[in-house]
């Protein structure tokens, strides 16, 4: 158990809707990463934020948003969504310091029909 | 774009020693070479890094050849929670993380 937590676990839902995907760091982490893995990409970095401001975007659709509270959890949005977006959603955080402080989830698998 | 190239899958049998190569030919002087590993559809999971010195933990040891080229990362004694994907990825200064293929270590009884 990483101390990072991720709801809902699994997510189906059709194309053209929204979701919305929630992270909640580890106590004391300040920095949240949303990663996204699927099958043919890997695993593709998508946005951190750090202390409710946003600190680097990686490959994240305009489709796609994301923001961190000040209660530090974070919520990933996903719209007009297509078969294509099926993945595994990762979220990770960390405290300062190099990589080997961050710490992921274990994920949401969202399956687009 | 892979900077890195890993063999697909390996085997292990369990309590013996399992030795992961990874190719890292046009590795630059600031990158740091990084090995994770993904249990299945778990998150992934940091395990050791190194820059050109050999460095070992309590998971794993990383062997990083002298031209840097090359790196082998070493689990002791495996066991049967050892078997996942393992990522090498090369990072410098502040990075994100992007994985690709990974090897696929299975380790039997």
């Known amino acids: 158990d990483s101390g990072v937590t991720q709801t809902p676990k699994h997510l189906i839902t059709a194309t053209g809707q929204r979701v919305t995907l929630r992270c909640s760091p580890r106590?004391?982490?300040?920095?949240v990463y949303w990663y996204q893995q699927s099958l043919d990409q890997g695993l593709q970095f998508l946005i951190q934020y750090y202390n409710g401001e946003e600190r680097a975007k990686g490959n994240i659709l305009e489709r796609f948003s994301a923001q961190q509270f000040p209660d530090l959890h974070s919520e990933l949005n996903l719209s007009s969504l297509e078969l294509g977006d099926s993945a595994l959603y990762f979220c990770?955080?960390?405290?300062?310091?190099?990589?080997?402080?961050?710490?992921f989830g274990p994920g949401t698998r969202l399956l687009v029909l | 774009d892979a900077k890195t190239t890993q063999p697909p899958s390996m085997d292990c049998a369990e309590g013996r020693a399992a030795n992961l190569p990874c190719n890292h030919s046009?590795?630059?002087?600031?990158?740091?070479v990084y090995w994770y590993r993904q249990i299945h559809s778990q998150g992934p999971q940091y395990i050791i890094h190194g820059l050109k010195n050999n460095e070992t933990n309590e998971m794993a040891s990383l062997i990083i050849t002298e031209d840097r080229k090359s790196s082998t990362l070493i689990l002791p004694h495996a066991t049967l929670r050892d078997t996942a994907v393992y990522y090498c990825i090369l990072i410098s200064g502040y990075s994100t993380l992007t994985f690709g293929k990974g090897t696929m270590l299975l380790v039997s009884p």
């Open positions: 990770a955080s960390s405290a300062p310091g190099g990589l080997e402080t961050q710490y």
């Open positions: 046009t590795i630059s002087g600031n990158e740091y």
């Open positions: 106590s004391g982490d300040l920095s």
